[in-house]
Structures are given as C-alpha cells and as structure tokens.
C-alpha cells in the first residue's frame, strides 16, 4: 500500500521542471519620458540554463540560492547573440537592468533597455532564443510604440526577423 501512496509524489516532483511546449515571450515597447526602449522578456529557467550550458558556461543554479555570481553575466553574453534590434539599419545598443524569478519559480523575468531612442524611426527586431535547442521553439514578441498602439509576432525557425513600423 505503501508504494502506492508514493508514487503519486514521485511524478508531482516533476511537474514544475519539464515542460512540453517551448515559448518565450518579449515585450518591446517604447518609454517616452525616458526616451527608450524598454524590452521585458520571459524565459523558462531550465531551457536557459540548459542553453548555457550548451555553450560552454558552468552549472549556474539559475533562479535558486546558490545561482552562481556570474550567472548574469552568461545571460547577457548569451542574449547578445540572440536578440538583437536595428533601427535604419543600425544595431541598437541594449543595456541590462537586471532579473526577476517569476511567481511560479519556473521563468525569469528579465528587463533590457536601448537609451536614447526614437520611436519613429522603423525598427527591426530579431530573436533566435532558443532556437540551437529545440525544432518546435516559438518567441511570441510585442511591440508597442508608447501611444497604445501594439504590434505582435510569432517568431519560429524559418521566421525570426521583423521590420516593425508603426505609420
């Protein structure tokens, strides 16, 4: 009777560590007062700490107490190669602000801003998150101009680039 009353638990253990569905999900939008974009960003734990781990960075215990000190620092570099936005065919200089665990303790929220921007000029965006690690990834992306008008993308292997013009 034992075994059981235990198996139940055993696969309850699981549930907040694999999921079968791989999304993440950017807010672009621009802060007039601040003239900037602010980018907010949604990322499953294990799937960037399993990116990470793909290019060469250490076990960083993302999102617990023992995540390492440099565990920033591997995100940054790693978002650096994945998201990257152009306005008039520029490359646009994001900075890091920092990042939150989610509620549910499986996603970091992480917050990205381009200082000194304009909102008018077309801007293009790409986001190949994930994209080395599963054939089935989707980046569900947002952007608004900072007068209420949004724009939003589904972003997959053969689609991961976009001019966003607000006319």
Known sequence: MKIFLLLPLLFLSDIGTVHDFHVSRTRIEYGAEQSEWQITLHLFIDDLELA??????????????????????????????????????????WQWLGK?????????????????????????????????????????IQVADGSGRTKSYLFHQDYWDQLVTFE
């Not at 960083?60 to 440099?70: D, H, I, M, Q």
């Not at 303790?105 to 986001?127: D, Q, S």
């Open 52 to 93: 990470l781990e793909e290019k060469g960075s250490p076990k960083l215990y993302l999102g617990t107490k023992r995540e390492s000190a440099e565990a920033n620092q591997y995100i940054q570099s790693y978002l650096e190669q994945y998201v990257k936005l152009f306005a008039d065919d520029e490359a646009l200089e």
């Open 100 to 140: 939150e665990v989610s509620e549910d303790l499986t996603a970091f929220w992480i917050y990205l801003y381009v200082p000194e921007a304009n909102a008018k000029a077309p801007l293009r965006v790409r986001n190949k998150i994930f994209f080395d690690l599963y054939d089935d990834q989707q980046n569900m």
